[in-house]
């Protein structure tokens, strides 16, 4: 599994209205830690429209939504 910046994670929690965000550890045998869990109370994504928001290349709604802004900003210009 590729490693995630633990704080767009969080911040993924508050853009979906949670209220609760938690944040556990499991240490391994050696004393590291093992696995980090972050779960929150927020409204998640839903199953049907799943394929809407990540895609085949996994960009979310937020970059769909940037690069059509970005499109009209340009357009007309050379």
Same mark, same amino acid.
Request: proline fraction near 3%.
């Given at each position: ?6 704080? =767009? ?5 508050? +853009? =979906?209205?949670?209220?609760?965000? @938690? ?10 830690? +093992? +696995?980090?869990?972050? @779960? ?7 199953? +049907? ?6 895609? =085949?290349?996994? =960009? ?5 939504? @940037?690069?059509?802004?970005? @499109? ?7």
């Amino acid at each position: 599994m590729k490693p995630t910046d633990p704080f =767009a994670l969080l911040n993924n929690g508050f +853009e =979906a209205n949670a209220t609760t965000i @938690s944040i556990t550890h499991t240490i391994n045998v050696l004393g590291g830690i +093992e +696995e980090i869990c972050i @779960s929150d109370n927020g409204s998640g994504i839903c199953f +049907e429209t799943i394929r809407d928001t990540f895609g =085949a290349f996994l =960009a979310s709604q937020k970059n769909a939504l @940037s690069l059509k802004i970005k @499109s009209k900003v340009n357009q007309g210009k050379g």
